[in-house]
Nanobody
Framework: QVQLVESGGGLVQPGGSLRLACAAS????????MGWYRQAPGKEREMVAG?????????NYVDSVKGRFVISRDNAKNTAYLQMNSLKPEDTGVYYC?????????WGQGTQVTVSS
């Protein structure tokens, strides 16, 4: 069955870094667009970063994380990553991994990121 399992979340001080990982199984990972979304308490879920499939692995980011976050993927390991640097309190939220191809969209269960001193 399809699985997306996020890991790497936790509590970090402002200015710190975290690296999230999304381990995928049960589908043709390399042919899917991969993305990271986040949802802060009381707010709607928003797209943070995306990376294209193996045919066109271009990346895109929400303006608030440009220059601080980097999305990448390792198709040999069926894993997507989100390197988060210079973290701010407003980056706090549950981070979700998503795999998209056409009308198919698979979501992970989310991992909590808390940025606080």
């Amino acid at each position: 069955q399809v699985q997306l399992v996020e890991s790497g979340g936790g509590l970090v001080q402002p200015g710190g870094s975290l690296r999230l990982a999304c381990a995928a199984s049960g589908f043709a990972f390399s042919s899917y667009v991969m993305g990271w979304y986040r949802q802060a308490p009381g707010k709607e879920r928003e797209m943070v970063a995306g990376i294209g499939s193996v045919q066109d692995p271009t990346t895109n980011y929400v303006d608030s994380v440009k220059g601080r976050f980097v999305i990448s993927r390792d198709n040999a390991k069926n894993t997507a990553y989100l390197q988060m640097n210079s973290l701010k309190p407003e980056d706090t939220g549950v981070y979700y991994c998503v795999a998209i191809r056409g009308s198919n969209a698979y979501w992970g269960q989310g991992t909590q990121v808390t940025v606080s001193s």
